[in-house]
């Protein structure tokens, strides 16, 4: 099993910018996973955010492309989610996820206009 520990919520004005971090320990390859960063807004579904597979490549969700940024340290085992020009609509709770099934406990991004 997998432990995720996420770090770098809080509360900005929009247009600022946060960076996510997300630290794996326990049984796990990092370099062999494809990674993701979820969010979950009050009464919306979670969503996909962010992902990087093991080979490196990214995908994003259409409403962050060009503001986030996803990476990864290998050696670290941390995962990070850099977020520029933050909007109102970002505001969620944002998860790292590692395969199969592992979770951070949530991180609060909260968003002001």
């Known amino acids: 099993q997998v432990q995720l520990v996420e770090s770098g919520g809080g509360l900005v004005q929009a247009g600022e910018s946060l960076r996510l971090s997300c630290v794996a320990s326990?049984?796990?390859?990092?370099?062999?996973?494809?990674l993701e960063w979820y969010r979950q807004a009050p009464g919306k579904q979670r969503e996909l955010v962010a992902e990087?597979?093991?080979?490196?490549?990214?995908t994003y969700a259409d409403s962050v492309k060009g503001r986030f940024t996803v990476f990864r340290n290998i050696a670290k085992k941390t995962l990070t989610l850099q977020m520029n020009n933050l909007k109102p609509e970002d505001t969620a709770v944002y998860y790292c996820?590692?395969?199969?099934?592992?979770w951070g406990q949530g991180i609060q991004v909260t968003v002001s206009p």
């Open positions: 326990g049984s796990t390859w990092f370099a062999n996973h494809d």
């Open positions: 996820k590692h395969p199969p099934d592992d």
């Open positions: 990087i597979t093991r080979l490196g490549s990214t």
